[in-house]
């Protein structure tokens, strides 16, 4: 499975971007939960 995020501000302009390739979950549920991980990390950083 594959994911990705990106943050804007608020004119619209994109602050950062990520895409992520999700191997080893077979559950599409615990793989959007990694997702939503993945994606808080990358809000911290």
Same mark, same amino acid.
């Given at each position: 499975?594959?994911?990705?995020?990106?943050?804007?501000?608020? %004119?619209?302009?994109? /602050?950062?971007?990520? #895409?992520? !390739?999700?191997?080893?979950?077979?559950?599409?549920?615990?793989? %959007?939960?990694?997702? /939503?991980?993945?994606? #808080?990390? !990358?809000?911290?950083?």
């Amino acid at each position: 499975m594959g994911s990705g995020s990106h943050f804007r501000d608020d %004119e619209g302009q994109i /602050l950062a971007s990520a #895409t992520w !390739l999700i191997v080893g979950f077979n559950d599409p549920l615990t793989a %959007e939960a990694y997702a /939503l991980y993945l994606t #808080t990390l !990358l809000a911290i950083d």
